[in-house]
């Protein structure tokens, strides 16, 4: 074959390619449109059905029937927007009477397909219907090894209060990234009896490396109960746990938290020292107002800047700390009282949060 | 001579077969991956994402210069972004026009003390302000220093660890942050995200949002509109598969601001600072061994205005190429080099011989094919045929981005506006690829003359409904 020839099959072969490609977006876009005007009225005639039942002026049954005329993803769509609306029993009575329908059970066995589309599908699914029944699947999609799915059924803890799922969800906790454990923090809050007998256990754990993400999340809970696990943690060797005791200290106006936090203070670690005088700030115990003016001298900028704005929290007390600092002989702690008094009480709320 | 033109013509040959199957292999990747991220956007919960606190808090920079026109509209409208926690810092760069005294009167502004350590060296401040009004807002007035100086600046100011910066004059779309975190949702190691940036022009615009979009009539704006789907839709995408690209758009782009402050912010001395910045971080990332991603999800998206007239792109166009010219000499160690990973190995040397050198190449291709046309060396009917087969390749893989963005967001509902879009993919090979290659010629002639500016491009602003 010449050098010609070739380039000539090249020239058609691209050609063909060009008006298949041409054809394809035609088709694509009118295929689209026709799917579109079909299932529109459908979606729009189950949201009337889901009102009507959600004011209780129709049976489930009708709601299931209009369900299965959707799509399987335009209905599981319609699930979970409306879950959001219904109420808890009532979509409880839902749920439970989904679990017969042919449909529901394809998707809830598509916790098991290869295709992770699939398995996403069903654990958005059981986010918003799942029930005690389900807590083996969605185990295995909290489990599952792509993110999307256990995002998604991770969603289900908020329904499904078992305590496998929540020991299963916190396990997973320390290996997540912080945005993911966030989420999962989230919505354990609701499971939060299951949850809190388990971190009680975890504290325990001196030695494990995932000790400081642990108390991370604790302390996201807000939960007194944590308090004295916190206090104790206070003298662990790692400078990252004591970091996250002194954050957590801070929401338990208690005088062990003062006296753990008092210690703190006094850290080798600036984070854990920053961590500590904002803790006291939130308190603002006068007795611990030595302390925090005493950090005003520290020779970190964050650890002064989280003094100067705890002395704020002390009220007049504070403030005064603060003006006398401003004239005082220590150079660094002069510049930051006058950077924090010249704040308006927006800047420091904002600074605060 | 003949032996040279053959020699070259050959070379030429073989340039184009390997860099064209690049492009083919990159199409190729961009699919299961517009797939996998049609589909997680498709299924987001964005209602119980905005509801929840877990997302990252977002500083989102905003530098701007000679902005007066369009500041007030683009504060606001990124003031009312759908999401929980984040807050503006615009840095006005010493701007001549009335930006600042637009954004004071607007968003009533007082002056605070600076709060924060100047962790990355700028030109001088002259005030901090907040706003009364609007307390997630911060504006820095300073001296005039570049684009990359005042994000630096607003790096600096910034409290939160993710950051991301926008242009002034970029609408980004209400729900485009919320899509924007979805990777660190998702727990990837993640040093960088990348969003769409799609053109503006011939769009309907109320309150700060594009509210219709619509493929601009006009053909210059119409052309570019193929240009950024093909640019983002397979090109970056295909890029996420093979180790990440080297361009997060400057325009639309989220990074970890721990990173930033570790190669010491924004490089003001470079031409293009979002290519410059990447190429930095892949190699601060390499270098240590830390394990990341730089990626790019098609679904967020902000929308740009693209110039209008011929003389003010040509001048975008050459400061690009200038600007990729400059990075990929600067940082010329880590071409083929191992230590960088698939960067070092694929993606630099293709940003080299595949971008910075083409229209060297194509120029050489269309003056030898004449040369070898004139001595009778080249048969005519063959040089027409590699030129058409050449130009039927680029009409290919444009047409393919229409495809990809049938195939996925479907942006463009009219069917008016999805012929438009047919006819400027089959349009932009004849007359304006030969123009852009000029541009991009020119850039080679000027490089080295290290212009900094802000790249000044006149406004038309948005249409309103």
């Given amino acids: 074959m010449t050098s010609r020839q070739f380039l000539l099959i090249v020239a058609i072969a691209q050609g063909t390619l060009l008006l298949a490609l041409v054809t394809l977006i035609i088709l694509n876009r009118w295929i689209r449109l026709r799917r579109k005007a079909r299932v529109h009225p459908r979606r729009l005639e189950l949201d009337a059905v889901m009102q009507a039942w959600a004011m209780g002026q129709s049976s489930p049954d009708e709601v299931l029937q209009g369900l299965g005329r959707l799509p399987l993803p335009l209905a599981i769509e319609a699930l979970v927007t409306w879950s959001a609306r219904v109420a808890g029993e009532r979509w409880q009575e839902l749920a439970r009477a989904l679990e017969n329908r042919w449909w529901a059970r394809a998707v809830r066995a598509n916790s098991r397909s290869a295709r992770w589309w699939k398995r996403l599908e069903c654990a958005r699914f059981l986010s918003v219907v799942a029930t005690t029944h389900d807590v083996g699947r969605v185990l295995r999609l909290l489990r599952d090894r792509h993110p999307a799915v256990q995002l998604a059924a991770a969603t289900t803890l908020e329904r499904v209060g078992s305590p496998v799922l929540v020991t299963a969800a916190l396990e997973q906790l320390p290996f997540l990234g912080p945005t993911v454990q966030a989420y999962y ?24 490396p995932r000790l400081p993400r642990i108390i991370e999340f604790a302390g996201r809970l807000d939960e007194p109960v944590l308090r004295e696990g916190f206090t104790t943690l206070a003298t662990h060797p790692e400078a990252e746990v004591r970091t996250q005791v002194a954050r957590a ?10 006296a753990a936090l008092s210690f703190l203070v006094h850290d080798d670690a600036w984070p854990v020292r920053a961590q500590a005088t904002r803790s006291l700030g939130m308190i603002a115990d006068q007795n611990t107002l030595p302390a925090v003016r005493d950090a005003l001298r520290d020779p970190e900028w964050w650890v002064r800047l989280r003094a100067g704005l705890a002395l704020i929290r002390f009220g007049a007390a504070g403030r005064n700390a603060l003006l006398e600092a401003e004239v005082g002989a220590h150079a660094e702690a002069r510049a930051m009282a006058g950077l924090i008094l010249g704040l308006s009480s927006q800047a420091l709320a904002e600074y605060a949060a | 001579m003949s032996v040279l033109i053959h020699t070259t013509d050959v070379v030429i040959l073989v340039y184009f077969l390997v860099l064209n199957t690049f492009y083919a292999l990159l199409l190729v990747l961009a699919i299961p991956e517009i797939w996998e991220q049609t589909r997680l956007a498709e299924d987001e919960d964005f209602q119980r994402l905005m509801q929840s606190d877990a997302l990252p808090p977002i500083t989102i920079l905003v530098p701007a210069y000679n902005e007066s026109a369009t500041i007030e509209a683009s504060v606001t409208a990124i003031l009312t972004l759908e999401y929980r926690n984040f807050e503006i810092v615009v840095v006005n760069d010493g701007s001549k026009d009335d930006t600042l005294e637009r954004l004071r009167h607007a968003f009533d502004l007082y002056e605070v003390p600076r709060t924060y350590p100047e962790a990355i060296a700028t030109q001088p401040l002259r005030a901090v ?15 005039n220093g570049g684009k990359a100086d005042s994000l630096n600046a607003a790096i600096n100011a910034s409290r939160f660890p993710l ?8 609408l980004i779309e209400p729900d485009a942050l919320l899509r924007l975190t979805r990777p660190f949702l998702l727990g990837g190691q993640i040093a960088a995200v990348g969003g769409t940036v799609r053109v ?22 119409g052309i570019q509109v193929v240009e950024y789907l093909r640019a983002f839709l397979f090109g970056r995408l295909g890029w996420n598969r093979l180790g990440g690209s080297l361009v997060i758009s400057g325009a639309f782009g989220l990074f970890r601001k721990d990173y930033l402050h570790a190669i010491g912010g924004y490089d003001v001395a470079s031409v293009v600072e979002d290519l410059d910045l990447v190429v930095r971080l892949h190699g601060y990332l390499q270098r240590r061994k830390i394990p990341y991603e730089i990626t790019f999800i098609p679904d967020p998206v902000a929308w740009t205005e693209v110039p209008e007239s011929l003389r003010i792109l040509s001048r975008q166009r050459e400061r690009w190429h200038r600007g990729l010219i400059a990075g990929m ?17 694929v993606a630099m040397p293709f940003f080299t011989f595949g971008e910075m050198l083409a229209p060297l190449v194509e120029v050489l291709g269309y003056g030898i094919t004449a040369l070898g046309l004139t001595y009778g060396i080249v048969n005519t009917s063959f040089a027409l045929l590699f030129l058409l087969v050449a130009w039927g390749y680029g009409m290919l893989l444009s047409l393919w981005a229409v495809v990809l963005e049938e195939a996925s967001f479907r942006r463009y509902r009219r069917a008016g506006d999805l012929v438009r879009l047919i006819l400027y993919a089959m349009l932009e090979t004849f007359g304006y690829r030969q123009l852009t290659v000029w541009w991009r010629l020119r850039a080679f002639a000027t490089v080295w003359k290290h212009t900094r500016r802000w790249g000044d491009m006149t406004r038309k602003g948005f249409s309103t409904p």
């Avoid at chain 1, 809050?189 to 325990?204: G, I």
């Avoid at chain 1, 200290?249 to 003062?258: C, D, I, N, R, T």
Wanted: charged share 30%; aromatic share 8%; with cysteine.
């Fill in chain 1, 185 to 208: 923090a989230s919505v354990l809050k609701r499971a939060r009896p299951a949850v809190l007998r388990h971190l009680k256990q975890l504290f325990r754990r001196l030695d494990d």
């Fill in chain 1, 249 to 258: 200290l801070g929401k338990f106006p208690h005088a062990e938290s003062v």
């Fill in chain 2, 129 to 143: 302000y907040r706003s009364r009004a609007r307390t997630r807002l911060l504006v820095i007035d300073k001296e």
């Fill in chain 2, 163 to 170: 950051v991301i910066a926008v242009d002034a004059d970029t």
């Fill in chain 2, 200 to 221: 503006a022009n011939g769009c309907t615009v109320a309150d700060g949002r594009v509210t219709d979009a619509r493929v601009p009539r006009a053909f210059l704006p």
């Fill in chain 2, 329 to 345: 000499w600067r940082h010329k160690g880590m071409l083929f080099n191992p230590r960088y990973g698939r960067v070092g190995l």
